[in-house]
């Protein structure tokens, strides 16, 4: 069966809406599949209405930005209630501070003489209720600044480029108590991403576990074939489930599309056996 448990629409920082994303789902077989956008679920209704036409289980997800120890870590949730009022007030309060962000990397960008990038990038997150790096890293390319999306990234907008502005994310143990409260599970997005190793690694999966975490993305477009190894090594260790997916945005963008998921390890045990 094929699954994909994260992608993203015009609701956060993807190119598709929800239902052109699940059609594009159910032309490449894909079974189960869960919209995670960024710190927003408002693609889920739709999302969901378009699975159920076309015969795909739905999972709503949700793909939260949260800051551990200074870092940028992402923690999906699944199978959650977007009408639990946690949920919602703290997905509302990221989308507040990613707002101030982007006036900050804007600001950034016009005194590395590139000019009115807020209302550049607004434009690409025009369908979406949320604004991220990636609608700037489109204008940049858009605007001729840049060639290519990861150039964008590399040139201005990763950490430690010119541009760079940390989002604040939400607590860990107040992202994970926001999803279980909603009634899913939390899930550690692409740990091979975050460039942790050894002890900070380690201190990383156990805060997430008692945090009350529940899986951990084995396979994910970050994840090299030693990452995927290492990952359902740990996801064991820790008594994690493991999860995969696209972390699909556009076609032509990114890794992977839709459904793929490469060499899945025989001995994870799959997110999906508990629902
Ligand atoms: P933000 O949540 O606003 O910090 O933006 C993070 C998003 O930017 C990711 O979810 C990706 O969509 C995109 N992104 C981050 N790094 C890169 C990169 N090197 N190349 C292309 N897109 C990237
Ligand atoms: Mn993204
Ligand atoms: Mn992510
Ligand atoms: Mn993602």
């Keep these: 069966m094929k699954a994909d448990l994260h992608c993203h629409s015009t609701c956060s920082d993807g190119k598709l809406s929800p239902s052109d994303l699940v059609a594009r789902a159910e032309t490449r077989r894909v079974a189960l599949l869960a919209l995670t956008d960024h710190d927003t679920t408002s693609g889920l ?3 969901a209405r378009r699975a159920e036409a076309a015969g795909i289980k739905f999972v709503p997800g949700v793909e939260i930005s949260v ?8 923690v999906v949730g699944l199978q ?3 009408a639990h009022p946690p949920l919602r007030e703290g997905l509302a309060a990221l989308r507040a501070r990613r707002l101030e962000r982007a006036a900050r990397i804007a600001s950034r960008l016009q005194s590395l003489g590139i000019p009115a990038s807020l ?5 690409h997150a025009a369908k979406g ?3 991220g790096r990636a609608h700037f890293a489109r204008y940049l390319v858009a605007s001729g600044h840049a060639r290519d999306l990861p150039s964008a990234f590399r040139q201005y907008l990763a950490a430690g480029r010119p541009a760079y502005e940390p989002q604040e994310g939400a607590a860990l143990d107040e992202a994970v108590a926001w999803i279980r409260g ?3 599970v939390a899930v550690l997005a692409h740990p091979g991403r975050y460039g942790l190793e050894g002890p900070q690694r380690d201190a990383l999966f156990e805060a ?3 945090a009350g975490g529940s899986g951990v993305e084995v396979v994910s477009p970050s994840h090299g074939r030693e990452d995927v190894a290492r990952y359902a090594r740990l996801a064991k260790a820790y008594g994690l489930y493991a999860s995969l997916g696209s972390d699909f945005h556009a076609p032509g963008e990114g890794r992977r599309d839709l459904g793929d998921a490469v060499h899945w390890p025989d ?9």
């Design 80 to 82: 959650i209630d977007p």
């Design 208 to 210: 997430f576990r008692d």
């Design 182 to 184: 909603s009634g899913g």
């Design 129 to 131: 209720d949320l604004i």
């Design 267 to 275: 001995d994870c045990t799959p997110i999906w056996r508990t629902w």
């Design 45 to 47: 209704a739709e999302a």
């Design 119 to 123: 209302e550049g990038a607004s434009a």
């Design 67 to 74: 800051t551990w120890r200074g870092e940028s870590i992402h």
